[in-house]
């Protein structure tokens, strides 16, 4: 191209470069009709006694100009004649997310219009759109023959820059750097191809600067942490060693498939030997009374039910080697009718999970059953049916001490399921131990090295420190004059 045609520009945030246009209009007074239009005119006013624009295709649109306001929404997302805008960009083409004046609602009107039936256009806008102050920006392109400048349809967009309420600052297109200069391909007679590029000429922050604002975050962040800090306050309560405490936060959230409607869950918490309990914990508990809803082929029954439990494990010195055993929550589902009468409906048994996080299980349930009509129709018009006595005979009962539990002549049939929601958390200071030994012998595979061979090398250091801390128990166990004799 001609030396001419080249130019280059600064431009800062929000600073009004004039167009060609702009000039031409702004020039006359009786063409200024806003308190803006009034404002440009008298800049370009000052621009003339001055000497005049330096800037000559490259232009700008602020945050308060028309195009910025409205024009924006009408350009096309493609350069195609046949294109046709769609169902939600008609109607997003004035939702605009910026900062608007909110009257403040007297507490009158806001009982009396609780709900607006007739909503207008202003009141969606303004209320069922999120409404994140923008403010926006254009760097523009006048790229029309050389000597007419200013025509309104030789004007195209070079950058959009655009900063929210949240100081995230968005460059479209991106600065140029190594990817090679942007390219405008203009339709007409000599198919004129514009090249342009976009740098990001701020001052680069000072070394100074930038330990200063380090200094500011890390201020902030330990004022955050002391925050955090006196939220959880000086009296965390601590494990003992070798107890371990596991807190659950459940939920009851359906049962589905059963034969009667009104269903309840009737639920309590068994704790093997060596766990406990505080005081005031309940390891019982009874949800509401819920009707059933067709869905799919099943009718379910959402109970949404909230239960907490905590307990605590403390390891013994008989029980060092065996895995111990973990708590089962027991529950029975009935039904209630109209006339009182309840049902038995299914029994079934979950062993609380050993692994901290969210489960979700479904446990299938069954109920004894007697053989014969009348006790069908004893169930189907008088309510009641067979009842386990204990109901851990689900399982085996902890109270058994024999060697076989023979349920032989047992008739059961099998009912519906109940959902359970778990979130499980475990505490204990072992937890810290075994993390640090961890670290430790992460460490030593950082020395060692070996990427492919670091598992193994860890389980056999792992194992290694198991067989000695046996040796020393088996040493210690053994008499001190078989000792002396095998070291001499």
């Not at 649109?61 to 960009?89: G, I, M, W």
Request: with cysteine; charged share 25%.
């Amino acid at each position: 191209p001609p030396q001419e045609e080249e130019e280059e520009a600064e431009v800062g945030w929000q600073e009004k470069l004039f167009s060609q246009f702009e000039v031409d209009l702004y020039q006359n007074e009786s063409a200024c009709q806003t308190p803006l239009d009034r404002q440009y005119h008298e800049e370009i006013l000052k621009l003339g006694k001055s000497g005049g624009r330096k800037n000559y295709r490259i232009f700008t649109y602020t945050d308060h100009d028309r195009f910025t306001n409205l024009e924006e929404h009408c350009q096309k997302v493609t350069d195609s004649d046949h294109e046709v805008p769609s169902y939600l960009a008609e109607r997003m083409a004035n939702v605009r997310r910026r900062r608007q004046d909110r009257r403040p609602i007297e507490a009158s009107s806001l009982k009396s219009k609780i709900i607006t039936w007739e909503p207008s256009e202003e009141f969606i806008k303004n209320n069922h759109v999120i409404n994140t102050p923008v403010q926006t920006m254009y760097i523009m392109g006048d790229l029309g023959p050389y000597g007419k400048l200013g025509h309104r349809e030789y004007e195209h967009v070079l950058c959009t820059i655009k900063v929210d309420g949240n100081g995230v600052i968005t460059v479209k297109p991106d600065f140029t750097g190594t990817k090679g200069a942007y390219r405008i391909e203009l339709d007409g007679e000599k198919r004129e191809v514009w090249k342009y590029t976009i740098e990001n000429a701020s001052v680069q922050v000072q070394p100074e600067e930038e330990e200063r604002e380090q200094s500011v975050f890390r201020d902030l962040y330990g004022r955050h942490k002391e925050y955090l800090s006196g939220l959880v306050g000086s009296e965390f309560e601590m494990t003992p060693p070798g107890t371990l405490r596991l807190f659950v936060n459940g939920e009851i959230v359906s049962a589905q498939g059963y034969e009667y409607d009104n269903l309840y869950v009737h639920f309590f918490l068994e704790l093997p030997n060596q766990w406990s309990s505080p005081t005031f914990q309940q390891l019982s508990g009874v949800t509401q009374t819920c009707a059933t809803k067709k869905v799919g082929w099943d009718n379910v029954a959402y109970f949404c039910y909230p239960f907490t439990l905590e307990a605590f494990f403390t390891r013994g010195d008989e029980s060092e080697d065996s895995f111990p055993q973990w708590p089962v929550l027991y529950f029975e589902v009935l039904s209630l009718d109209f006339w009182q009468r309840y049902r038995v409906e299914g029994y079934g048994s979950l062993v609380l999970p050993a692994s901290p996080g969210l489960h979700m299980l479904t446990i299938p349930t069954w109920r004894p059953v007697e053989l014969g009509t009348v006790a069908e129709l004893r169930r189907f018009f008088i309510g009641g049916s067979p009842e386990l006595e204990d109901i851990t005979y689900v399982r085996i009962p902890s109270t058994f001490k024999g060697d076989r539990l023979s349920r032989f002549g047992f008739r059961t049939e099998t009912t519906g399921s109940v959902t359970f929601r778990l979130y499980c958390l475990q505490q204990s200071r072992d937890f810290l131990e075994s993390s640090a030994l961890r670290q430790r012998m992460q460490s030593v595979l950082d020395q060692l090295g070996g990427s492919s061979q670091q598992s193994s090398v860890y389980n056999v250091l792992e194992a290694f420190q198991r067989a000695r801390r046996r040796m020393q128990e088996a040493r210690e166990s053994l008499p001190q004059d078989l000792i002396s004799t095998s070291a001499t």
